[in-house]
């Protein structure tokens, strides 16, 4: 077995126990991982990992922050940030849709993909010999465990653990400043996802983020994760805030996308009366910073439009460019919120 386990890490390895990774000896030289995913399933991974084919935009972007993005050598179309990321072969539209023949080709030593992929699809994968880990963990506040998976899969601990340590910084500061408010002085929050009067109930991406930021989801209550309501059901809750998300292709511009979306919301005669909308408190997040590390930059995002007077101090655009440069080594070049 790998002495580095054996040895000094001791810190690293109760971690690795704690988030279901045990390691074993392997047939040749090589170890062997055993990872529970977010869906409770294992997969057996032999190290060192080499060749990773992501299937979600959210583990290429920790993989490539990890300074591991050569590793990955088929992609989905959503993973095109870093610009690094551009040249790697498209086996997947999404999670939902890969090319199993492929992937099959390209003979990976790991597939990681998002909980869009059927359960059909993953046996399809692992049929080949080719283990399959989802990940299920999306927003800033339940990645940890995930970016620490792959820190030991990549032999990036140290990053991994700087990369948690930057998320970790801002959740603080978020929490600091939000934890003793009194529910009152909580903006009630319609979230709005995909296509008109789709919400999130509680357990959800944006419904976390949303109690993280010090406010509340007027939806957390529903029996089911993501409820179509009725335009009356909002008008008679009367949100102090509406927020909603876009998300782009490399080929479409997001500033467009979020404009379209923030004005489409506005333009609803149903919604003329409810306070968001009178008080001009209407947003919209941008995919980079919606879901995955960078959601750390929509949390701060969500706090300021919650609370403007708690975080003047804070600019989540300067948070996302000291990212961006600390763990990709890029500029900001776009803007990720509208207005």
């Avoid at 809750?237 to 927020?243: A, L, M, T």
């Amino acid at each position: 077995m790998n002495g580095k386990l054996l040895g000094g890490a001791l810190l690293a390895l109760i971690l690795f126990c704690l988030l279901g990774a045990c390691v074993g000896m392997g047939e040749g030289t090589d170890d062997i991982i055993t990872i529970v995913d977010g869906t409770g399933k294992s997969a057996n991974i032999s190290l060192p990992v080499e060749r990773i084919v992501s299937i979600t935009s959210r583990a290429s972007e920790i993989i490539s922050a990890l300074g591991s993005e050569d590793r990955i050598v088929g992609r989905d179309s959503y993973s095109f940030f870093p610009s690094s990321l551009k040249d790697v072969p498209v086996v997947a539209e999404s999670s939902y849709s890969p090319n199993i023949e492929l992937i099959h080709k390209i003979d990976p030593d790991l597939v990681i993909a998002d909980s869009m992929l059927s359960e059909d699809d993953r046996k399809k994968i692992e049929a080949a010999g080719i283990p399959v880990i989802v990940e299920t963990a999306l927003d800033s506040t339940t990645i940890e465990a995930f970016v620490s998976h792959l820190g030991i899969l990549l032999d990036k601990e140290e990053q991994a653990q700087e990369l948690i340590n930057f998320i970790k910084k801002y959740q603080d500061i978020i929490k600091e400043r939000t934890e003793n408010l009194k529910s009152e002085d909580k903006p009630a929050v319609y979230i709005e996802i995909g296509y008109p009067y789709s919400t999130m109930a509680s357990a959800t991406t944006f419904h976390n983020l949303t109690i993280a930021a010090g406010g509340t989801n007027i939806a957390a209550d529903q029996p089911i994760k993501y409820p179509i309501m009725d335009p009356e059901w909002i008008v008679e809750r009367d949100p102090d805030i509406i927020f909603s998300y876009a998300t782009n292709t490399a080929e479409e511009n997001l500033t467009d996308k979020m404009k379209e979306i923030h004005d489409e919301i506005l333009s609803r005669p149903e919604l003329n009366d409810v306070k968001a909308v009178k008080e001009g408190r209407v947003y919209v997040l941008g995919n980079p910073v919606a879901w995955g590390i960078r959601s750390i930059v929509g949390e701060l995002w969500l706090a300021k439009w919650f609370h403007p007077d708690l975080f003047e101090d804070i600019d989540p655009e300067t948070v996302d460019r000291e990212l961006l440069d600390e763990f990709f080594g890029e500029d900001l070049t776009e803007k990720c919120v509208y207005p």
